[in-house]
């Protein structure tokens, strides 16, 4: 039950080592460490799975994503429609594949925006400290704890269904988690002897904070944008789902479970096999979050 | 009979690799109300051995190979779990090198004295608390009452530690180990922990076991000392006696390593080479390497322990000769 | 300790004041001419100039301000467009199944969670860890509408132990709740477990052995304490969470809750509605973050010495 009392020095260095240095037999080391965790690499594999797919979707769908045919409706999994077909009978195999493309792009974007902003905020507030830091904070505090889906239906009213508000909402909430992450490694690191070191050479905020600071705090952060596109894509279902994410006749997965819960006794595989796929990809994203942890030897991506 | 008899003592810890030994003949005695001194630089294996004598070494991974350690006529190697709970803390007990990890941040200081008292002796709860309180006064902390119901994090550092010691104390233990109790401290509270040590031992008459790196503690209060490298005691006895005139040729380049006062300015001496890692001990004597009287026996063969006849034990190839026809 | 919940409560209050503005500035915000949306759409212009004056929607801004927030106070909040009723009533009939949703879910997640979490932590890599840490992954990718859809069709059509859906009663309630639950669970075990492992390692735990405690009483009265700090502040986070995110729940098992109130009146432009339901959905938040914090600072001793 208990951890075994550490008799080997760290072999990078005791304390939090600048990585920005870190010599190249180090990183082999990782990399090997990385292969090694099976669950990653099954995340892995999945992510670049998806990633095929969205973007060879035009040759691996036998399919039109919207082509209906009106009489073959609801028809269950067989050879010629490997997930059956859905109340147009348009085919179900096809439309997930499309819909993959709508989860990458939400997924990808969304993150992307709220690491920007969040990585910005939070290592002016870690870095900088004082009021500009509480002010911060409280903002963040309150962002964080909003649903998110609330902001997206917001976002709704004001602007319109669609996959923006998604990403929008997506962005304007999560922002606040990777900002504080930033901001407790900034403010861990920033007291290390090689930023006094840096300093006392001669440089200033801008190339501490960037060029050292930032690249040696973003651990976390990865992990946690990996994990928030996972979230970005449940998201993106969910308000698929209630009607206000990407418009018909586009193939949101969450939109197609929509439609397919008024026939959900007739015709359960519209709503299974979407689902399945975002499970799929989530998953996906969580494993490789995961194993990021592990090998990267994060201690604390939890936002407290 | 001494308090705490330590036989040989062999330690291995089970690691990814494999097994390490970070303690390969570790002898030592110690009698009732004696100070006893286990000096060794960082890595020589001195937290370990206090681990082993408590009884600690499974929940770290470790266990004893070889030896013996007896505490006060019983074999401690035999002891079952239950056996044990009711001896540490009780008969046997640990404070340790940061007093700022040793305490449970969540609970307040005076609460974690009495829970040792509660577990062990059959007094009331407001006895405890009273009982804690004198003892607390005895070690010098101001306004027990009110220092009593502060969480840790409120405490000096100096403060805590006294706190450790209150909790290493309460209920009347024979043998007190302490593991570098004064590392984390200011030079000034150094002084002082170490005097209310040499006092609670004289008050109370027990045994102490006092860990360090700092030769200037061990001349201070201590009886006897053994000297630890690389996980194996080199030289055990009088401090006195080994201060003045060292045997082992690692107590003699110890000794000389400490500048003194009036000395002549010059190049500071240190020990040629480093200490070695536990994965990586010497064969034979394991301080070889580094010996300025190395003979050619000494890597291949670790060299016994010798009894000397001023008490003082030595583990050098060059005293072999008092093994013949000595006792 | 006590000071420390009454600076926690004073900070309330301007962000409420805040997120009130907010929420009001809403009517002006989205598309539409701003009396439509409050009154309804397709009114005589006599109707709308006798409603304007009546509404005070005529002045300027920041006294409309002031009045919507008098009547806040008063427990005023307007008349909802299609259903014509007094917004504070919908608010009344519909919040008590948002709170039982949300309570029973909250209660099953954390004994699920913490659970899940110390099993996992005890037997550290076996695998029983692998399989609870695969169900916690598991609970925090599966989006709730999709696993809610999916327990309806095997408990409630093909085994028939639960009603599909509906309101009212403890059986429709087990369903929704396990749905809301699977989420929150996954993500306390997970923050379980890991607390767990880092406080066991740390210094004082070796300690308590060389005090004499047994190993029961150091789990219990030491680890457990320690490492269920953060689970507890995710609690306190968790309450204003599952109040407005129960929304696709809600819809799946046609629960008559808040969320469902804030969708269909957003579907069909009720802003008076949707108004009163964000409203009573942001308090939730501010109380949740609230009580939060306040059952952080009891849990941690250090906190409460720190300023915020």
């Known amino acids: 039950m208990f951890k075994k009392r550490e008799i080997i020095q760290n072999p990078a260095g005791a304390g939090n080592p600048d990585l920005t240095m870190m010599p190249s037999g180090q990183r082999r080391r990782l990399w090997r460490k990385f292969t090694a965790n099976r669950l990653g690499v099954i995340g892995v594999v999945i992510i670049i799975g998806l990633v095929g797919v969205a973007s060879l979707s035009d040759w691996l769908a036998p399919y039109s994503y919207k082509e209906q045919e009106l009489s073959a409706m609801y028809l269950a999994p067989s050879a010629e429609h490997w997930m059956g077909t859905d109340e147009f009978g348009r085919d179900v195999l096809s439309r997930v594949i499309y819909g993959s493309r709508i989860s990458v792009y939400v997924g990808v974007v969304s993150v992307g925006l709220s690491v920007i902003l969040g990585l910005f905020i939070g290592s002016i507030a870690g870095y900088y400290g004082g009021w500009i830091d509480h002010a911060l904070t409280t903002i963040a505090d309150l962002t964080w704890s909003l649903p998110e889906i609330l902001v997206a239906l917001l976002l709704v009213a004001i602007i319109g269904a669609g996959v923006e508000c998604v990403i929008l909402a997506i962005g304007l909430t999560y922002w606040a988690q990777y900002a504080r992450l930033i901001r407790g490694q900034i403010l861990m690191l920033k007291n290390e002897v090689y930023v006094e070191a840096t300093r006392s050479l001669g440089a200033n905020d801008f190339t501490i904070l960037f060029k050292h600071l930032l690249p040696n705090a973003i651990g976390p952060v990865v992990v946690a944008a990996t994990i928030g596109v996972g979230q970005a894509i449940v998201l993106e279902a969910t308000l698929g789902f209630l009607g206000l994410g990407a418009q018909p006749p586009l193939p949101s997965w969450g939109a197609m479970m929509s439609s397919g819960t008024a026939y959900l006794f007739i015709s359960p595989w519209v709503i299974i096999f979407p689902g399945l796929a975002m499970m799929i990809t989530v998953l996906g994203f969580n494993l490789f979050g995961d194993a990021l942890v592990d090998v990267m030897d994060i201690k604390d991506t939890t936002t407290s | 009979m001494p308090l705490l008899q330590v036989e040989s003592l062999r330690v291995r810890f089970k690691m990814e690799e494999g097994y390490v030994e970070p303690l390969d003949g570790v002898s030592f005695e110690i009698e009732p109300g004696e100070v006893m001194g286990l000096v060794g630089e960082t890595g020589s294996g001195k937290s370990v051995t206090a681990q082993a004598i408590m009884g600690l070494l499974p929940f770290i991974n470790g266990e004893v190979t070889e030896g013996r350690i007896i505490f006060m006529g019983k074999d401690l190697l035999s002891f079952s779990e239950e056996q044990w709970q009711k001896y540490r803390g009780a008969k046997l007990s640990l404070i340790s090198q940061n007093p700022m990890t040793s305490l449970d941040p969540v609970y307040r200081v005076g609460d974690q004295i009495v829970e040792g008292m509660l577990l062990h002796l059959n007094i009331s709860r407001s006895e405890a608390r009273q009982q804690a309180m004198d003892l607390m006064a005895s070690l010098h902390i101001p306004n027990p009452a009110g220092v009593y119901y502060q969480y840790p994090h409120q405490l000096s550092g100096g403060l805590k530690q006294r706190i450790v010691i209150a909790m290493g104390l309460c209920a009347g233990p024979n043998l007190l180990i302490a593991d570098e109790p004064t590392t984390a401290l200011d030079v000034t509270v150094q002084a002082q922990i170490i005097a209310l040590f040499k006092e609670a031992a004289i008050q109370r008459g027990i045994g102490l076991l006092l860990i360090t790196h700092d030769l200037g503690v061990i001349a201070q209060i201590c009886d006897k000392v053994a000297i630890m490298y690389a996980g194996t005691v080199v030289e055990f006895g009088d401090v006195v006696s080994i201060f003045n005139n060292p045997r082992h040729f690692y107590t003699k380049a110890l000794l000389q390593c400490v500048p003194k006062l009036g000395m002549q300015k010059g190049i500071l001496r240190a020990i040629p080479g480093n200490v070695p890692s536990v994965q990586t001990f010497p064969d034979g004597c394991r301080f070889h390497p580094r010996c300025s009287g190395v003979e050619p026996i000494c890597r291949l063969q670790k060299p016994a322990n010798i009894h000397l006849e001023n008490g003082i034990n030595v583990a050098c190839v060059k005293y072999a000769s008092h093994l013949k026809g000595s006792a | ?308």
């Open chain 3, 1 to 308: 300790m006590w000071r420390y919940i009454l600076r926690r409560s004073l900070l309330m209050i301007p962000i409420f004041l805040l997120i009130s503005i907010v929420i009001f500035s809403l009517i002006h915000i989205v598309p539409g001419d701003p009396i439509d949306n409050l009154l309804g759409p397709g009114m005589t212009v006599e109707h709308q100039r006798k409603l304007t004056e009546k509404y005070y929607l005529d002045k300027p801004i920041h006294i409309q301000y002031l009045i919507w927030f008098k009547n806040l106070l008063n427990g005023d909040l307007g008349r909802s467009i299609i259903e014509k009723r007094p917004v504070g009533e919908l608010l009344m009939h519909h919040l008590p199944y948002s709170l039982n949703l949300g309570l029973s879910a909250i209660v099953l997640s954390f004994i699920f969670g913490v659970s899940m979490g110390i099993i996992s932590a005890s037997a550290r890599n076996t695998i029983l860890d692998h399989i609870a840490m695969v169900f916690a992954l598991l609970g925090v990718t599966i989006p709730s509408f999709w696993l809610g859809l999916i327990l309806i069709l095997i408990f409630a059509v093909m085994l028939g132990w639960f009603p599909v859906t509906g309101s009212g009663s403890l059986q429709t309630l087990v369903l929704p709740a396990i749905t809301l639950a699977l989420g929150g669970a996954g993500l306390i075990a997970r923050v379980t477990r890991v607390s767990m492992l880092e406080v066991i390692s740390k210094d004082f735990v070796v300690l308590l052995h060389a005090k004499g405690l047994g190993k029961r009483a150091i789990l219990l009265k030491h680890i457990l304490r320690n490492a269920l700090i953060p689970v507890i502040t995710i609690l306190g986070l968790r309450l204003g969470y599952v109040l407005g995110g129960a929304v696709t729940v809600e819809i799946v098992f046609a629960r008559p809750g808040l969320g469902q109130l804030l969708i269909t009146g957003l579907y069909r432009r009720d802003y008076p509605v949707v108004q009163g339901a964000l409203l009573l959905l942001a308090m939730g938040i501010i109380l949740g973050t609230f009580l939060a914090d306040i059952l952080y600072a009891y849990a941690d001793p250090r906190v409460r010495d720190q300023h915020r």
